[in-house]
């Protein structure tokens, strides 16, 4: 993915993310139109496959188990009720899927195997399989990939420096990791931020240039307008005023001409005509349904008549990369590989238990020296 050589550096970005708000949303829009269909956006629809019971501590998050949000922890969603939403979801116009799981890191365990049943089945149905599971290793990406997922998303959330005010469970590096994990196995990446979180205009502009000095950037940028939830760190962080998403959606369109900006999400409380303003700034994608993983969101139909009023045209899958074959031979082959490892390794804990259990007793022997008084003792 290209970036754009005139924004380069962190004085640059601010002094254009700065720019009057009508010459900027004209820049960004003549470059929309120099690479992508600016009447086409793309509907997306996320599922929240396992919510809730997270051990990170995303400061934002409704789902990490540590806050009182009223978010209860269920299990991994069964793979028939994924592929009937991805149905519904698909009917009513989405072309991209993104299933979510709760998460700190992807476990090789029977869960995972299921979660490559499902990308397996949505990339058949002919629609883009997008997963966000944390942080995943180079094995798992690879078998992601097996099975025919398009795009995975890692966000960063925003820039080093201010991420340590919202996360402490990991590091910004682990992040980068995943992201690179992601990148060689040949899938899509999908990396954004989240603004409204308390952070200077500096950090918007600090997670832009994180992915500037990226060999390839993201060929997906979500923005996200943070919705604050009780219970959560940030709960009581004040909405973002709207032309503060437009500046950054704009800014990530210039910067990135290439890539799809999503907007994604806190749609709800933007009026049509802000989503009309990003629009025409470069956001080329929004998440479609009432829910996104366990936060409000616009309903298909409001969304359908927006589309209608806007004169835009949902976007069809796979316009910017061909859909990823399934592998079922390899699937297979690495399910068996994993069942045989973890019987291994089961064997192994069974083995060590055993010699735990019956440890030989350490018999005393009896000093011959000893009077009979003294063994009575
Ligand atoms: S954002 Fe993801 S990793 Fe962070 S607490 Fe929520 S579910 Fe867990």
Not at 137 to 160: F, I, P, T, V
């Amino acid at each position: 993915m290209k970036v754009n050589p005139q924004y380069n550096s962190k004085e640059k970005l601010l002094a254009l993310y700065n720019k009057p708000l009508l010459e900027l949303v004209y820049e960004a829009a003549t470059i929309h139109r120099e690479y992508h269909n600016p009447r086409e956006v793309q509907m997306s629809s996320l599922i929240s496959i396992k919510t809730g019971g997270c051990s990170e501590d995303c400061g934002y998050c409704p789902q990490a188990a540590r806050y009182n949000t009223g978010v209860d922890a269920e299990r991994l969603m069964d793979v028939g009720m994924v592929i009937e939403r991805a149905r519904n979801a698909k009917k009513n116009g989405s072309s991209r899927l993104c299933m979510g799981a709760a998460w700190r890191e992807v476990k090789d365990n029977r869960d995972f195997d299921n979660v490559i049943e499902m990308v397996q089945q949505v990339n058949s149905m002919g629609m883009e399989v997008c997963c966000t599971l944390g942080m995943l290793s180079d094995d798992q990406a690879k078998r992601l990939k097996n099975a025919g997922l398009y795009a995975y998303n890692h966000n960063l959330d925003s820039s080093e420096e201010y991420y340590t005010d919202v996360i402490s469970t990991r590091e910004y590096n682990d992040r980068l990791n995943t992201i690179e994990n992601v990148r060689d196995a040949g899938i899509s990446v999908c990396s954004g931020g989240i603004i409204g979180m308390g952070e200077k205009i500096e950090d918007r502009i600090g997670l832009l240039m994180s992915y500037m000095k990226m060999d390839n950037p993201p060929e997906s940028i979500p923005i996200n307008a943070l919705v604050a939830v009780e219970g959560t760190p940030l709960e009581d962080q004040k909405e973002i005023e709207s032309w503060e998403i437009i500046r950054m959606v704009a800014t990530t369109r210039i910067a990135f001409p290439e890539s799809v900006v999503r907007l994604s999400a806190g749609r709800t409380s933007l009026s049509m005509e802000t989503q009309g303003m990003c629009f025409m700034a470069g956001a080329g994608s929004i998440f479609a349904g009432d829910k996104l993983l366990t936060t409000p969101n616009p309903e298909f139909n409001e969304d359908s008549e927006m589309f209608n009023i806007l004169g835009l045209i949902p976007k069809k899958p796979f316009q910017d990369g061909c859909q990823p074959e399934s592998n079922k031979d390899l699937i297979i082959e690495n399910k068996k590989a994993l069942a045989e490892k973890r019987k291994k390794e089961l064997e192994t804990a069974r083995e060590n238990t055993i010699k735990l259990k019956f440890k030989p007793r350490v018999i005393k022997t009896v000093d011959s020296s000893l009077n009979e008084k003294q063994l009575s003792k």
